[in-house]
T-cell receptor, first 109, second 115 residues
Framework: QKEVEQNSGPLSVPEGAIASLNCTYSDRGSQSFFWYRQYSGKSPELIMSIYSNGDKEDGRFTAQLNKASQYVSLLIRDSQPSDSATYLCAVNRDDKIIFGKGTRLHILP | DAGITQSPRYKITETGRQVTLMCHQTWSHSYMFWYRQDLGHGLRLIYYSAAADITDKGEVPDGYVVSRSKTENFPLTLESATRSQTSVYFC??????????????FGPGTRLTVL
């Protein structure tokens, strides 16, 4: 089993709808969970971090963590064309971060 | 400028040549990291450093050398470049890394082509 797994996509979502991105991880000892957004040709940009079970909201973004199921998700409400990017899920392992390969999100105008 | 910078942004070199990629951060973060990103592989950790003069291998260290004599700089050297090292290289830094709260912040990347 890969350490951090994401569906590669592309995930196509109509503008204004909710985009739901999912990630599973294998290390039960992980404590920190991150979502990064990466536009084509650019560097990853941290958009959300979550450390406790439950939901964490920041503007149009909500991160959800379920440690029992080893599952973390990102919801993007009112999706905009500018949200079209690759979203990387990342999970800590000891003093390092392990990244998933990313999900490509395409917002349809 | 504040933040994390990388140089050069683009580099073309030939097989067998030595290449050094520079990374500089102004946050005084303790930890610094080097990743490479390739299609189909995502981000893979090459080396990281917990502090000046402390470095450790990541997932794909072969063919690379790092040093960290100053907290703010973390150069990555390809001793004898190979075509398989053609990639986009990202440097990142974080305040702490042990356990939780190790949010990493990335530089703009260096696109390296080895002919």
């Amino acid at each position: 089993q890969k350490e951090v797994e994401q569906n590669s996509g592309p995930l196509s979502v109509p503008e204004g709808a909710i985009a739901s991105l999912n990630c599973t991880y294998s290390d039960r000892g992980s404590q920190s969970f991150f979502w990064y957004r990466q536009y084509s040709g650019k560097s990853p940009e941290l958009i959300m971090s979550i450390y406790s079970n439950g939901d964490k909201e920041d503007g149009r973004f909500t991160a959800q963590l379920n440690k029992a199921s080893q599952y973390v998700s990102l919801l993007i409400r009112d999706s905009q064309p500018s949200d079209s990017a690759t979203y990387l899920c990342a999970v800590n392992r000891d003093d390092k971060i392990i990244f998933g390969k990313g999900t490509r999100l395409h917002i349809l105008p | 400028d504040a933040g994390i910078t990388q140089s050069p942004r683009y580099k073309i070199t030939e097989t067998g040549r030595q290449v050094t990629l520079m990374c500089h951060q102004t946050w005084s973060h303790s930890y610094m990291f080097w990743y490479r990103q390739d299609l189909g592989h995502g981000l893979r950790l090459i080396y990281y450093s917990a502090a000046a003069d402390i470095t450790d291998k990541g997932e794909v260290p072969d063919g690379y050398v790092v040093s960290r004599s100053k907290t703010e700089n973390f150069p990555l050297t390809l001793e004898s470049a190979t075509r398989s090292q053609t990639s986009v290289y990202f440097c990142a830094s974080s305040e702490i890394a042990a356990g939780a709260y190790n949010e990493q912040f990335f530089g703009p990347g260096t696109r390296l082509t080895v002919l």
